[in-house]
C-alpha cells in the first residue's frame, strides 16, 4: 500500500447541492497533503466521507487501505482526527479526558502523552467547557496524537487561532510527520505553505489540481517584460499564461509552466523584441489567486 | 491491553451522571413512603379544600408523575450522552464499538433504573407483608412490562434526536397522532365492536423500536430510523381508523357467538310496563332512548353472564325494517336476578317512523358465560385477614363501610364476592329499610392478566363495597360488609360464548322509552 487516502470520483450531494464532483486524488504515505479552497468548496464533506461520517453519493475512498464506508471501531485506534466544529465532551477535565481515551488505544505512548502535555501546556484539572478555543484544539490534537496514529485527519483546525496557537500545534504536528500521515484541511494558505508537502485546491466541489508543493512552487513564475514601446498582445496567448495585461511598455502575465529556458525562448517568440524579462517567485496565496481570477485549470 | 469497553463506558457515565441518578432514587424512596402511607387510605377518604394542601394530598400523585418523568430523564440523558444524530459527535471518529457501547448503555439502565425500582418493589411487598421470594416471577415481570412498554421506545426516540428538547417534540407528535387518531375514530366509527388486541402486534410494534436502535447504533442511519417510526405510527393510526369503521357482519358475530336453541343459557320474555312512572328522558344527540324491561330466568345456578353486545331489528307490519349495529354493552346477569333492561337508541326519524304502530323486536344477545369456580363461604373477621387468594384485608367502616384490601402485584384476576342484602351485620342507618332475603349483592374484582399489573408499585390497594340504590331515600347507599358478615366468594372463569335470539312482538316503541327510575 502507497497511498494513505485514495478516492475515485468520489461525489456527495445534499438535496440539490452538489457538494462534491468526481473527486479523484490520491495522498501519498508520509505526506503532509493540504486540502485547500474556499468557504464551501467541499472540504469538510470530503473529510467527513473518509472519516465515514458521511455516505458519498457516488464515487469510492480508501484509507489506509479499507474503504472509507467501512471505517468504524478497531480501524480508528490508527487514525486521529480532530475538527474546528467537533463536540468535545465539556463536562470532563483535560486530564479526564485523557484517561477516558487511553484505554480505547492498544498503542497509547504514555511517555507521548506527557510529552504532548508539556509540550502544549494543557490545564489537566479544567474542564473542556472552561478552555479557550486555542487551548481545546490543543487538547483535541495531544488526545489524537498520543498513540501514533499512521494517519492525522485535520479539519480546519486553525480556524480562529491566534499566530502563537497556530505555531504550536504546527510544530506538534510536524513532530509526528515522519510517522504518519498527515491530511489537512485549511482555507488558510499562508499557514499550509509553511508545513504541507502536497496541496490540492477544491473549489464548488471540483478537484482544481493536485500536486506537490515544491512543483507547484517552482512551475509558476510572475513574468514581467518591458519593452521600449508598448506592444501589441498575442490573441489568443499561449494557454500557460493566465492574466496577460500591459500596462504602457510593461506586459505581466503568470506563467504556469515555469522552465527558464523554455519561458525565454516562449516570451522571445511571443514579444521579439522585449527590452528585459523578469521572473519573480508566487507565493502559494498568489498562485491560487491567479488560477482562481483566470478561471483556467493549470494542470 | 484491550479494553472492556462496556465497563469503561459504564464508568464513566456515572461520573458524568450521578446527580441525576441521586435525585432519580431520592424520587424513589420518596415513592416508597408515600407508598406505604397511600395504604391504609380507604376509598373515600379524600380531603377537599385546605386540607388537600395541608394533608400533602397532591404529593403521591406529584411523585407517581415525576419518578417516570426521571427515568425518562436519565434514559434520554444516557443515550443522548454519545449521540447518534449528527455529524460533530466527538466519539463517532473513536475506536468505539457499537455493540459494547449499546451494552454500557443498557447496562446504566438496568443498574440505575430498573435494579434500584426492583429492590424497593421488593421491599415494599415485604413491608406489606408478602413475601418477595414468593413473588419474584411478578417482580421480574414488572420490570419487563417498563422495559418493553417504555424504556425501549424512550430508548428508539432517544437515538433519533439529539436533545431533550428534540424528543419532547417527538412525544408530542406521537400524542398528537394517537389524539387524532382517537377522534377521527370516534367520529367514523359504525359500531362498537371492537377486536382484541392480538400479542403479535404489540411484538412487531417492539420489534419496530428495537430495530430501530440496532440501526442507529450500528449505521447512524438517523433519516431510515425516523421513517421506521413514522411509518409505524402512520400504520398504527390507519389500522385504528380503518378497524373503527369495520363493521363486522352478522354472520361473524354469530360464529363468535354461537346459537344453541334449546339450550339457551338464560331465558328472557318481555315485561309490559302499564304503569308509565318516571319522566320521560329528553331526546338528547337527536337519539330516542328505549327501555324494554325483560324477566331473567334459567340461569344456572354455579354460573352467570355478561351481555356483550346486541343487535336490534325493529320490523313494523307494513315492511318498514330497522337495523342497529352492534352495540356494547357490559350488563350482568346471576341466578338470583329475575328482571334486566334491554336498551338501545333510535335516532329520531326512525322513532317517528316506527312510532305509529306496534313493531316485532328481533334481538341478537351475545353473552360470555362464566362458571363460578372455587366458591367458598367466609364470615368477614374483626382485625385484619388474610383473603383467600387475594391478599391482606381489613374491614373499614369510616366511609365506606367495606373490605380494604391490598394484594401483591396484582388484584385477582376474577374475584365474585356476594352477599344476601339481608345478612350484613352493619348497623342499618334510621332511613334505611330493611332488606328483603334473598337479595344478592354481587362486586366483582378484576385484575390485569399476567404475573403483575402495570404500574410502579407492587402493592395493589382495592375495596369490595357493595352498591345499592335505597329507593325510599332515594339515594345510592352501601348496605356494607362488617365483622360477622357471611360473603361468598368465587373465580368465575370463562366457559363460552353463546348468542340468543329473542323476538318480542306488538311492541309499542312509545310505551318502552327510558324514564327516570320513579321506585320499585
Given at each position: 500500500m502507497?497511498?494513505?487516502?485514495?478516492?475515485?470520483?468520489?461525489?456527495?450531494?445534499?438535496?440539490?447541492?452538489?457538494?462534491?464532483?468526481?473527486?479523484?486524488?490520491?495522498?501519498?504515505?508520509?505526506?503532509?497533503?493540504?486540502?485547500?479552497?474556499?468557504?464551501?468548496?467541499g472540504?469538510?464533506?470530503?473529510?467527513?466521507?473518509l472519516?465515514?461520517?458521511?455516505?458519498?453519493?457516488?464515487?469510492?475512498?480508501?484509507?489506509?487501505?479499507?474503504?472509507?464506508?467501512?471505517?468504524?471501531?478497531?480501524?480508528?485506534?490508527?487514525?486521529?482526527y480532530?475538527?474546528?466544529?467537533?463536540?468535545?465532551?465539556?463536562?470532563?477535565t483535560?486530564?479526564?479526558?485523557l484517561?477516558?481515551?487511553?484505554?480505547?488505544?492498544?498503542?497509547?505512548?504514555?511517555?507521548?502523552?506527557?510529552?504532548?502535555?508539556?509540550?502544549?501546556?494543557?490545564?489537566l484539572d479544567r474542564?473542556?467547557?472552561?478552555?479557550?478555543?486555542?487551548?481545546?484544539m490543543?487538547a483535541a490534537l495531544?488526545?489524537?496524537?498520543?498513540?501514533?496514529?499512521?494517519?492525522i485527519?485535520?479539519d480546519?483546525?486553525?480556524?480562529?487561532l491566534?499566530p502563537?496557537?497556530?505555531d504550536?500545534?504546527?510544530?506538534?504536528?510536524?513532530?509526528?510527520?515522519?510517522?504518519?500521515?498527515?491530511?489537512v484541511?485549511?482555507?488558510?494558505?499562508?499557514?499550509?505553505e509553511?508545513?504541507?508537502s502536497?496541496?490540492?485546491?477544491?473549489e464548488?466541489?471540483?478537484?482544481?489540481?493536485?500536486?506537490?508543493?515544491s512543483?507547484?512552487?517552482?512551475?509558476?513564475?510572475?513574468?514581467?517584460?518591458?519593452?521600449?514601446?508598448?506592444?501589441?498582445?498575442?490573441?489568443?496567448?499561449p494557454?500557460?499564461w493566465?492574466?496577460?495585461?500591459?500596462?504602457?511598455?510593461?506586459v505581466?502575465?503568470?506563467?504556469?509552466?515555469?522552465?527558464?529556458?523554455?519561458?525565454?525562448?516562449?516570451?522571445?517568440r511571443?514579444?521579439?523584441?522585449?527590452?528585459?524579462?523578469?521572473?519573480?517567485?508566487?507565493?502559494?496565496?498568489?498562485i491560487?489567486?491567479?488560477?482562481?481570477?483566470?478561471?483556467?485549470?493549470?494542470? | 491491553?484491550?479494553?472492556n469497553?462496556?465497563?469503561?463506558?459504564?464508568?464513566?457515565?456515572?461520573?458524568?451522571?450521578?446527580?441525576?441518578?441521586?435525585a432519580?432514587?431520592?424520587?424513589?424512596?420518596?415513592?416508597?413512603?408515600?407508598?406505604?402511607?397511600?395504604?391504609?387510605?380507604?376509598?373515600?377518604?379524600v380531603?377537599?379544600?385546605?386540607?388537600?394542601?395541608?394533608?400533602?394530598?397532591?404529593?403521591?400523585?406529584?411523585?407517581?408523575?415525576?419518578?417516570?418523568?426521571s427515568?425518562?430523564?436519565?434514559?434520554?440523558?444516557?443515550?443522548?450522552?454519545?449521540?447518534?444524530?449528527?455529524?460533530?459527535?466527538?466519539?463517532?471518529?473513536?475506536p468505539?464499538?457499537?455493540?459494547?457501547?449499546?451494552?454500557?448503555?443498557?447496562?446504566?439502565?438496568?443498574?440505575?433504573?430498573n435494579?434500584?425500582?426492583?429492590?424497593?418493589?421488593?421491599?415494599?411487598?415485604?413491608?406489606?407483608?408478602?413475601h418477595?421470594?414468593h413473588?419474584?416471577?411478578?417482580?421480574?415481570?414488572?420490570?419487563?412490562?417498563?422495559?418493553?412498554?417504555?424504556?425501549?421506545?424512550?430508548?428508539?426516540?432517544?437515538?433519533?434526536?439529539?436533545?431533550?428538547?428534540q424528543?419532547?417534540?417527538a412525544?408530542?407528535?406521537?400524542?398528537?397522532?394517537?389524539?387524532?387518531?382517537?377522534?377521527l375514530?370516534?367520529?367514523?366509527?359504525?359500531?362498537?365492536?371492537?377486536?382484541?388486541?392480538?400479542?403479535?402486534?404489540?411484538?412487531?410494534v417492539?420489534?419496530?423500536?428495537?430495530?430501530?436502535?440496532?440501526?442507529?447504533?450500528?449505521?447512524?442511519?438517523?433519516a431510515?430510523?425516523?421513517?421506521?417510526?413514522?411509518?409505524?405510527?402512520?400504520?398504527?393510526?390507519?389500522?385504528?381508523?380503518?378497524?373503527?369503521?369495520?363493521?363486522?357482519?352478522r354472520?361473524?358475530?354469530?360464529?363468535?357467538?354461537?346459537?344453541s336453541?334449546?339450550?339457551?343459557?338464560?331465558?328472557?320474555g318481555?315485561?309490559?310496563?302499564?304503569?308509565?312512572e318516571?319522566?320521560?328522558?329528553?331526546?338528547?344527540?337527536?337519539?330516542?332512548?328505549?327501555?324494554?324491561?325483560?324477566?331473567?330466568?334459567?340461569?344456572?345456578?354455579?354460573?352467570?353472564?355478561?351481555?356483550?353486545?346486541t343487535?336490534?331489528?325493529?320490523?313494523?307490519?307494513n315492511g318498514f325494517?330497522?337495523d342497529?349495529?352492534?352495540?356494547?354493552?357490559?350488563?350482568?346477569?346471576?341466578?338470583?336476578?329475575?328482571?334486566?333492561?334491554l336498551?338501545?337508541?333510535?335516532k329520531?326519524?326512525?322513532?317517528?317512523?316506527?312510532?305509529s304502530?306496534?313493531?316485532?323486536?328481533?334481538?341478537?344477545?351475545?353473552?360470555?358465560?362464566?362458571?363460578?369456580?372455587?366458591?367458598?363461604?367466609?364470615?368477614?373477621?374483626?382485625?385484619?385477614?388474610?383473603?383467600?387468594?387475594t391478599?391482606?384485608?381489613?374491614?373499614?367502616?369510616q366511609?365506606?363501610?367495606?373490605?380494604?384490601?391490598?394484594?401483591?402485584l396484582?388484584?385477582?384476576?376474577?374475584?365474585?364476592?356476594?352477599?344476601?342484602?339481608?345478612?350484613?351485620?352493619?348497623?342499618?342507618?334510621?332511613?334505611q329499610?330493611?332488606?328483603?332475603?334473598?337479595?344478592f349483592?354481587?362486586?366483582?374484582?378484576?385484575?390485569?392478566?399476567?404475573?403483575?399489573?402495570?404500574?410502579?408499585?407492587?402493592?395493589?390497594?382495592?375495596?369490595?363495597?357493595?352498591?345499592?340504590?335505597?329507593?325510599?331515600?332515594?339515594?345510592?347507599?352501601?348496605?356494607?360488609?362488617?365483622?360477622?358478615t357471611?360473603?361468598?366468594?368465587?373465580?368465575?372463569?370463562?366457559?363460552?360464548?353463546?348468542g340468543?335470539?329473542?323476538?318480542?312482538?306488538?311492541?309499542?316503541?312509545d310505551e318502552?322509552?327510558?324514564?327516570?327510575?320513579?321506585?320499585?
Amino acid at each position: 500500500m502507497t497511498s494513505a487516502i485514495q478516492t475515485d470520483h468520489l461525489a456527495k450531494k445534499f438535496r440539490r447541492v452538489e457538494a462534491l464532483q468526481g473527486l479523484t486524488l490520491d495522498v501519498p504515505q508520509a505526506a503532509v497533503y493540504a486540502l485547500v479552497g474556499p468557504n464551501g468548496a467541499g472540504k469538510t464533506t470530503a473529510i467527513k466521507i473518509l472519516m465515514n461520517i458521511f455516505r458519498s453519493s457516488s464515487g469510492r475512498a480508501q484509507v489506509l487501505g479499507i474503504d472509507s464506508s467501512h471505517i468504524r471501531g478497531r480501524h480508528l485506534e490508527s487514525i486521529g482526527y480532530v475538527s474546528e466544529n467537533q463536540e468535545m465532551p465539556e463536562w470532563m477535565t483535560v486530564g479526564a479526558l485523557l484517561s477516558y481515551l487511553r484505554p480505547f488505544y492498544p498503542a497509547w505512548d504514555h511517555a507521548l502523552e506527557a510529552a504532548l502535555i508539556k509540550q502544549f501546556e494543557l490545564p489537566l484539572d479544567r474542564k473542556l467547557r472552561h478552555l479557550s478555543r486555542g487551548m481545546r484544539m490543543k487538547a483535541a490534537l495531544a488526545s489524537s496524537l498520543a498513540y501514533h496514529p499512521r494517519l492525522i485527519v485535520l479539519d480546519e483546525p486553525f480556524t480562529g487561532l491566534d499566530p502563537l496557537v497556530r505555531d504550536e500545534l504546527i510544530h506538534g504536528l510536524l513532530d509526528r510527520a515522519e510517522e504518519s500521515t498527515i491530511f489537512v484541511s485549511s482555507h488558510d494558505l499562508a499557514e499550509i505553505e509553511t508545513f504541507a508537502s502536497h496541496v490540492a485546491y477544491l473549489e464548488a466541489g471540483k478537484l482544481r489540481f493536485s500536486e506537490e508543493l515544491s512543483s507547484l512552487v517552482e512551475r509558476f513564475r510572475e513574468v514581467e517584460l518591458t519593452f521600449d514601446v508598448p506592444p501589441a498582445l498575442p490573441q489568443p496567448s499561449p494557454e500557460n499564461w493566465m492574466q496577460l495585461s500591459a500596462a504602457a511598455a510593461v506586459v505581466r502575465f503568470t506563467e504556469s509552466r515555469f522552465d527558464p529556458d523554455r519561458t525565454t525562448a516562449e516570451v522571445r517568440r511571443v514579444f521579439p523584441e522585449p527590452r528585459n524579462i523578469a521572473f519573480s517567485p508566487m507565493s502559494l496565496r498568489s498562485i491560487f489567486l491567479a488560477m482562481a481570477k483566470s478561471g483556467r485549470n493549470s494542470a | 491491553m484491550k479494553v472492556n469497553q462496556v465497563l469503561h463506558i459504564f464508568r464513566k457515565d456515572i461520573r458524568h451522571l450521578w446527580r441525576e441518578i441521586a435525585a432519580s432514587i431520592a424520587l424513589l424512596v420518596a415513592f416508597a413512603w408515600l407508598d406505604i402511607r397511600s395504604w391504609s387510605r380507604p376509598y373515600g377518604a379524600v380531603a377537599t379544600g385546605i386540607s388537600v394542601l395541608l394533608s400533602g394530598e397532591m404529593l403521591p400523585g406529584l411523585v407517581d408523575f415525576l419518578l417516570p418523568v426521571s427515568w425518562i430523564f436519565l434514559i434520554v440523558r444516557i443515550v443522548q450522552g454519545e449521540s447518534l444524530v449528527g455529524d460533530r459527535q466527538f466519539w463517532v471518529t473513536r475506536p468505539y464499538d457499537w455493540k459494547q457501547l449499546l451494552a454500557a448503555k443498557a447496562l446504566f439502565v438496568l443498574a440505575f433504573v430498573n435494579l434500584p425500582f426492583f429492590l424497593v418493589d421488593a421491599f415494599l411487598l415485604a413491608y406489606a407483608s408478602f413475601h418477595p421470594v414468593h413473588y419474584i416471577v411478578g417482580l421480574l415481570w414488572l420490570q419487563l412490562m417498563w422495559i418493553f412498554l417504555l424504556f425501549v421506545w424512550l430508548t428508539a426516540l432517544a437515538t433519533v434526536s439529539n436533545s431533550i428538547a428534540q424528543l419532547l417534540f417527538a412525544l408530542l407528535l406521537i400524542v398528537l397522532d394517537v389524539i387524532g387518531a382517537s377522534a377521527l375514530s370516534s367520529i367514523i366509527q359504525k359500531s362498537e365492536f371492537s377486536a382484541s388486541v392480538n400479542w403479535w402486534w404489540g411484538l412487531f410494534v417492539t420489534g419496530v423500536a428495537v430495530t430501530v436502535i440496532l440501526v442507529q447504533y450500528s449505521r447512524r442511519r438517523t433519516a431510515l430510523s425516523r421513517w421506521l417510526i413514522v411509518g409505524l405510527c402512520a400504520l398504527l393510526t390507519l389500522i385504528s381508523v380503518a378497524s373503527s369503521r369495520a363493521t363486522p357482519d352478522r354472520s361473524s358475530i354469530v360464529r363468535q357467538y354461537p346459537l344453541s336453541a334449546g339450550n339457551e343459557p338464560v331465558e328472557l320474555g318481555l315485561m309490559r310496563n302499564d304503569k308509565h312512572e318516571g319522566q320521560l328522558i329528553p331526546i338528547y344527540n337527536n337519539e330516542v332512548l328505549i327501555d324494554l324491561p325483560v324477566s331473567v330466568s334459567g340461569i344456572s345456578k354455579d354460573s352467570f353472564l355478561r351481555l356483550d353486545g346486541t343487535i336490534v331489528t325493529l320490523t313494523t307490519s307494513n315492511g318498514f325494517r330497522w337495523d342497529s349495529e352492534w352495540k356494547a354493552n357490559s350488563d350482568w346477569l346471576f341466578p338470583d336476578q329475575k328482571t334486566a333492561h334491554l336498551g338501545f337508541q333510535v335516532k329520531q326519524n326512525v322513532f317517528d317512523q316506527l312510532r305509529s304502530g306496534p313493531v316485532t323486536a328481533d334481538f341478537f344477545l351475545a353473552f360470555t358465560l362464566y362458571e363460578d369456580k372455587r366458591r367458598q363461604e367466609f364470615i368477614v373477621p374483626n382485625g385484619e385477614f388474610r383473603l383467600p387468594d387475594t391478599g391482606l384485608c381489613k374491614t373499614e367502616n369510616q366511609y365506606s363501610r367495606g373490605i380494604h384490601c391490598l394484594a401483591p402485584l396484582r388484584k385477582p384476576a376474577f374475584l365474585l364476592v356476594s352477599s344476601d342484602k339481608a345478612n350484613s351485620t352493619c348497623l342499618p342507618a334510621s332511613s334505611q329499610t330493611p332488606a328483603p332475603r334473598g337479595v344478592f349483592l354481587h362486586e366483582f374484582v378484576q385484575g390485569q392478566p399476567g404475573p403483575a399489573e402495570m404500574g410502579i408499585s407492587p402493592v395493589r390497594p382495592f375495596d369490595i363495597v357493595f352498591s345499592d340504590w335505597d329507593w325510599s331515600a332515594r339515594r345510592p347507599v352501601s348496605p356494607g360488609i362488617c365483622p360477622g358478615t357471611p360473603l361468598t366468594l368465587s373465580n368465575p372463569e370463562v366457559a363460552g360464548h353463546r348468542g340468543v335470539e329473542l323476538q318480542m312482538n306488538n311492541v309499542s316503541l312509545d310505551e318502552f322509552r327510558e324514564r327516570n327510575p320513579a321506585g320499585p
